[in-house]
């Protein structure tokens, strides 16, 4: 069953905290991706992940870090996360690249008070 | 540089009507356009893609999009909308490994 998984769903964490938001894909997908989702704003690139520890800047990286030691396991780091980064966070997994579907997880909420 | 426009943010037409969502796309090198669906709630599901060839490519649900080089645009159409199609629409470009997703439209159909 090709799926890929968030965990939490939903989380709550006060100003300051650090966040480990979590992504797994049973599918053996090389690239993987994190996205948050704002109102109007659509998706917005945060990390890509080519490969075990071969990780790139997307367009707004300010403020995050990823990890990536297995390649069905891709994980997003807030260190003393800020009240700006409220928002839904969604991690997606391809084959190989941009060419090939992405495939998303249901995301996680994060609200940051 | 990739960009994604996507200009209308709300449309709403009438189950059985046809509807025409909008994408226009700058990239200079090879690209792939692709469209997404978002039910509320739910992470993205891909719709259908196109990369080269016939300029009309049709994907799931009834969906079809056009490729047009000379209005740099891909623009999402379907025949007979049901009540289901009620979603967020966004259209993608990418590269090698950059995926750029547009601001979405929002499909309400009405019974």
């Known amino acids: 069953d090709m799926k890929v998984t968030q965990m939490p769903r939903y989380l709550i964490k006060r100003m300051g905290e650090n966040v480990l938001l979590e992504c797994g894909q049973d599918?053996?997908?090389?690239?993987m991706y994190w996205y948050r989702q704002d109102p109007g704003l659509g998706l917005q690139l945060i990390y890509i992940?080519?490969?075990?520890?071969?990780?790139s800047e997307g367009d707004i990286p300010k403020g995050y870090r990823v990890s990536r030691k297995k390649r069905e396991h891709f994980s997003l780091i807030l260190d003393s996360a800020k009240t700006n980064q409220t928002s839904v966070y969604f991690c997606?997994?391809?084959?190989?690249?941009?060419?090939?579907?992405?495939?998303f997880g249901a995301g996680t909420r994060l609200s940051v008070l | 540089t990739q960009t994604v426009s996507q200009s209308d943010a709300h449309v709403t037409v009438f189950e059985g009507d046809s509807v025409e969502l909008r994408c226009n796309y700058s990239?200079?090198?090879?690209?792939?356009l692709s469209w997404y669906i978002q039910h509320h709630g739910h992470g993205l599901q891909f719709l259908l893609k196109y990369y080269s060839g016939n300029p009309v490519v049709q994907g799931v649900n009834g969906f079809e999009a056009e490729f047009s080089k000379s209005d740099s645009s891909f623009h999402l159409r379907k025949a007979s909308v049901h009540w289901s199609d009620s979603a967020v629409y966004f259209c993608?470009?990418?590269?090698?490994?950059?995926?750029?997703f547009g601001s979405g439209t929002r499909l309400l159909v009405s019974p």
């Open positions: 990239y200079g090198g090879s690209i792939y």
């Open positions: 992940s080519y490969d075990v520890d071969s990780n």
């Open positions: 997606a997994s391809s084959l190989s690249g941009g060419a090939n579907t992405l495939y």
């Open positions: 993608a470009v990418s590269g090698d490994y950059k995926v750029v």
């Open positions: 599918m053996s997908h090389e690239t």
